[in-house]
């Protein structure tokens, strides 16, 4: 299994960004795919997640309207469309796979775990 995670780097306030989870290594249309995030001092936290399976998505209150989480079955990509970002969205931003979920916001739902992508977001 492998999960790369890219598209991360430094941004202003008010900009956009888009991450990508390349993936490969299990059946990617049965797996959820979850984005989590992890701040200096902080815990990683789930940002958004969608089922492959089901086209369920979930999104964490402080991104919901300005994240979008899409996927490209033929590439077995997974992509965060980060839009008006803010400071407190400065994070290595994690992509994960979980087979065989729903939807899941807790770190030991999933399986499989990139290395992370570094966002800041300059004010």
């Known amino acids: 299994v492998r999960i790369v995670e890219s598209g991360g780097g430094v941004v202003q306030a008010g900009g956009s960004l888009r991450l990508s989870c390349a993936t490969s290594g299990f059946t990617f249309g049965d797996y959820t795919i979850g984005w989590f995030r992890q701040a200096p001092g902080k815990e990683r936290e789930a940002v958004s997640c969608?089922?492959?399976?089901?086209?369920?998505?979930y999104y964490a209150d402080s991104v919901k309207g300005r994240f979008t989480t899409s996927s490209d079955n033929a590439k077995n990509t997974v992509y965060l469309q980060m839009n008006s970002l803010k400071p407190d969205d400065t994070a290595i931003y994690y992509c994960?796979?979980?087979?065989?979920?729903?939807?899941?916001?807790?770190?030991?739902?999933?399986?499989?775990w990139g290395q992370g992508t570094q966002v800041t977001v300059s004010s």
């Open positions: 994960a796979a979980a087979p065989g979920i729903a939807l899941g916001v807790g770190m030991s739902d999933y399986d499989y």
């Open positions: 969608l089922s492959n399976r089901d086209g369920i998505r």
